[in-house]
Nanobody, 123 residues
Framework: QVELVESGGGSVQTGGSLRVSCAASAHVITWYCMGWFRQSQGKEREMVAVFDSSGMTSYSDSVKGRFTINKDYSKNILYLQMNSLKPENSAMYYC?????????????????WGKGTLVTISS
């Protein structure tokens, strides 16, 4: 059974940085497509950044140049580094994984979800 455990959310001021983490098994980190999605109150969940199973990445236009998705294979962790944060980035951030999927990736390709970690940006 695939399990994803997020951590690292919190509150920062506009312009600040946060890094959220997602712990998974070595098999998932290596072979699955994985990514970060977010949902803010009253809005639908949206893709933020993803890796496909070949290692290609894709970002939402709204975070390009500010957010970076990366993996630490030695620790089996997926990260999302978020810089130059804005109030509109406030949301629950979810880690997700899907078996052997390739770009383009939407949530329909993800079959395992973490419980989420809350990110709040104050102005």
């Amino acid at each position: 059974q695939v399990e994803l455990v997020e951590s690292g959310g919190g509150s920062v001021q506009t312009g600040g940085s946060l890094r959220v983490s997602c712990a998974a098994s070595a098999h998932v980190i290596t072979w699955y497509c994985m990514g970060w999605f977010r949902q803010s109150q009253g809005k639908e969940r949206e893709m933020v950044a993803v890796f496909d199973s070949s290692g290609m990445t894709s970002y939402s236009d709204s975070v390009k140049g500010r957010f970076t998705i990366n993996k630490d294979y030695s620790k089996n962790i997926l990260y999302l580094q978020m810089n130059s944060l804005k109030p509109e980035n406030s949301a629950m951030y979810y880690c997700a994984a899907g078996e052997y999927c390739y770009l383009p990736i939407g949530e329909e390709k993800m079959n395992t979800w973490g419980k989420g970690t809350l990110v709040t940006i104050s102005s």
